[in-house]
């Protein structure tokens, strides 16, 4: 049985192809498997990749782990958002910082740190994998995995 709709919540990196897909994906799934009617999403906060499906790396990493994430496509962060996600987070220092640069006056949503979610891992980045190998990709599906567990179980 569906709990309430809890939250919407957004994710966001910078180009929204690697770390922000991978967020969405792993809450998804953890949030469908807790039986969580949520919405999601994830965005950046560059714009060089806007329509693009997420990098190759990060929808063979998905699917590894059964999700499949080639309909998603990027798109950059707007104003809008701020009133349509109850919490906004970033996957690193300076996209949060990027975020609140472009938060609106009076806005009402939280945002933070993913890692902020995950106890003992305060305050770090989830680190960019998008000039590494394939094996940082791994490191990101990890971190976003632990994130969007420990934030499933606040609700
Ligand atoms: P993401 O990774 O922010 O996790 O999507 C990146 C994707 C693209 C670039 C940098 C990071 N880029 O420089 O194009």
Redesign the pocket.
Known sequence: MLKPTPSAILFV?????????LAEAAFRHEASLAGLDVTADSA?T?D??VGRPP?PR?QATALRHGIDISTYR?RQIAPADFQRFDMIFA?DGD?LANIRRLAPAGHRAHVGLLLDMVSGREGQAVA????GDEAGFDV?WRDVQAAARALVSRF
């Open positions: 990196c910078l180009g929204n192809i690697c770390r922000s897909p950046g560059g060089w990749h990098d990060a990027a996957l996209n960019d994998p998008y000039f990101t």
